[in-house]
């Protein structure tokens, strides 16, 4: 069996949300709430603008009910298997 690689990693993820609220990479723990952090929803459709170039059907609605980055990194992982 053959692995591709993804479009998007959990590590990308996490140093694009670090970057929105000015925090090393290593600051954002995967589950953290990200608007503890200080990420608001702003930033999330930014983060998800982002991203969409990338992987396809990242809903807005979902990754604000989320909220850490481990469940957002299930959603986005969820989204590239299909």
């Known amino acids: 069996m053959t692995q591709t690689a993804l479009a998007l990693t959990c590590d990308q993820m996490r140093a ?21 952090l200080g990420l608001d929803s702003m930033q999330v459709m930014t ?3 982002k991203w969409g170039e990338k992987v396809e059907g990242l809903d807005f609605a979902r990754f604000m009910e989320a909220g850490t ?3 957002w990194w299930a959603i986005a992982e969820a989204a590239q298997a299909r």
């Open 16 to 36: 694009d949300i670090a970057k929105q609220i000015d925090l090393p990479p290593e600051e954002v723990e995967p589950d953290e709430s990200l608007v503890d």
């Open 47 to 49: 983060l998800l603008m």
């Open 69 to 71: 980055l481990a469940e």
